[in-house]
């Protein structure tokens, strides 16, 4: 969808110490939130993934979107 923004990372494949969160907001100052709409995963390779997470809103929704990935350590 054209009309979306998106994200698109390459994660470990089953590894229980990453955690991957995505999340989108209209404006940096404020509360970001996370997606909300199911990741599309390819596997590339026995360890790889490619994950791909599109945002709720449209483009035409706001005036500027942002979003960002955040990787935490368990």
Do not use: C
Request: proline letters at 4%.
């Amino acid at each position: 969808d054209n009309q979306r923004l998106k994200v698109e990372f390459i994660r470990r494949r089953n590894d229980p110490s990453l955690s991957y969160s995505v999340k989108f907001t209209n404006d940096l100052r404020t509360t970001w939130s996370p997606s909300q709409v199911p990741s599309h995963v390819t596997s590339i390779v026995t360890v790889w993934e490619r994950v791909m997470v599109h945002d709720t809103q449209t483009i035409n929704d706001s005036q500027a979107r942002f979003g960002r990935l955040t990787i935490s350590q368990n």
